[in-house]
Nanobody, 125 residues
Framework: QVQLVESGGGSVQPGGSLRLACVVS????????MGWFRQAPGKEREYIAV????????YYRDSVKGRFTISSDNAKNTLHLQMNNLKPEDTAVYYC??????????????????WGQGTQVTVSS
């Protein structure tokens, strides 16, 4: 019954910024570990960042560390991804995903049961 809806994608120049949002409905937001993934044409969907309440930690893939920040607004059941200093290689469809939170943090897309529809991010001159 959990539903995820992403928004905030768009087209920006290299060095620009975007802030993505994922609104969660249908269940208790804090019961789920949340993640951001992306998929570029011809490539597999890859992990970007994960946040876990039970472990009280966030995790990022190396290529976005220092540029992207995952955060939550629990009062609004919303997950955010702040993306700064965007690069052309960041161009992809970005997805929000959720799984029942546990004490084991995972980044594999196959272990996330709930997904949003995706939002397009394009970085070009």
């Amino acid at each position: 019954q959990v539903q995820l809806v992403e928004s905030g994608g768009g087209s920006v120049q290299p060095g620009g910024s975007l802030r993505l949002a994922c609104v969660v409905s249908g269940d208790t937001f804090s019961d789920y570990a949340m993640g951001w993934f992306r998929q570029a044409p011809g490539k597999e969907r890859e992990y970007i960042a994960v946040i876990s309440w039970l472990v009280n930690s966030t995790y990022y893939r190396d290529s976005v560390k220092g540029r992207f920040t995952i955060s939550s607004d629990n009062a609004k059941n919303t997950l955010h991804l702040q993306m700064n200093n965007l690069k052309p290689e960041d161009t992809a469809v970005y997805y929000c995903a959720a799984r029942r939170d546990t004490y084991v943090v995972v980044t594999s897309r196959t272990l996330y049961a709930y997904w949003g529809q995706g939002t397009q991010v394009t970085v070009s001159s």
